[in-house]
């Protein structure tokens, strides 16, 4: 079956970092872009990161630019989001979802989330 | 940064009802435009791409719409499995954004 599981959410301070990791499985995690997007208590979808099969090419959104790092690691099919300056705002359900690339940028396959919460 | 308006807000339906979802860009789209259904607690689902492709296994009561700046979900002969949040999405341009969401309640 295609998977993606993410991991590595928890409660961190502000001003704290999070590293979360998404692990794929079932299908070619080479030939694929893979994204973050969040969403906050309560609220709508937010896209946070997204890179493309070869990590040639990344971009942000601009509430996390200059404090999340996205990359990936196709050896081990995985998927990472260094998250650091953690702010309140950060707070929300992370989710991994795959691509396909070549400006076909929606999302066919999501991870069921990981949450953070950034709290003193 | 490519603004998406989504409307209504809620919408209050019965099971059989055909209803219709509108998201709105702020700048043309081409077609590059996909749906999401969520239920509560869960991941998003994809139901259409380009504007108008349904995804596999989504059944053909979900139909899309709309070119350049307007655009629509239709909904016909709802079914109690589809009370859910509806979100649309931009791909014609980074940062990707979502509309703001469509909750389809039942009436």
């Known amino acids: 079956d295609v998977q993606l599981v993410e991991s590595g959410g928890g409660l961190a301070k502000p001003g704290g970092s999070l590293r979360l990791s998404c692990a794929a499985s079932?299908?070619?995690?080479?030939?694929?872009?893979m994204n973050w997007v969040r969403q906050a208590p309560g609220r709508g979808l937010e896209w946070v990161s997204g890179?493309?099969?070869?990590?040639?090419?990344?971009h942000y959104a601009d509430s996390v630019r200059g404090r999340f790092t996205i990359s990936r690691d196709n050896a081990k099919d995985s998927l990472y989001l260094q998250m650091d300056s953690l702010r309140a705002e950060d707070t929300a359900v992370y989710y991994c979802a795959r691509d396909w690339g070549f400006g076909e940028i929606y999302m066919d396959v999501w991870g069921k989330g990981t949450t953070v919460t950034v709290s003193s | 940064d490519i603004q998406m308006t989504q409307s209504p807000s809620t919408l209050s339906a019965s099971v059989g009802d055909r209803i219709t979802i509108t998201c709105r860009a702020s700048?043309?789209?081409?077609?590059?435009l996909a749906w999401y259904q969520q239920k509560p607690g869960k991941a998003p689902d994809l139901l259409i791409y380009?504007?108008?492709t349904l995804e596999t296994g989504v059944p053909s009561r979900f139909s899309g719409s709309g070119s350049g700046t307007q655009f629509t979900l239709t909904i016909s002969n709802l079914q109690p499995d589809d009370f859910a949040t509806y979100y649309c999405q931009q791909y014609n341009s980074y940062p990707l954004t979502f509309g703001g969401g469509t909750k389809v309640e039942i009436k």
């Open positions: 890179i493309t099969r070869n990590s040639k090419n990344i």
């Open positions: 700048q043309s789209l081409n077609t590059w």
């Open positions: 079932g299908f070619l995690f080479t030939s694929y872009g």
């Open positions: 380009k504007t108008s």
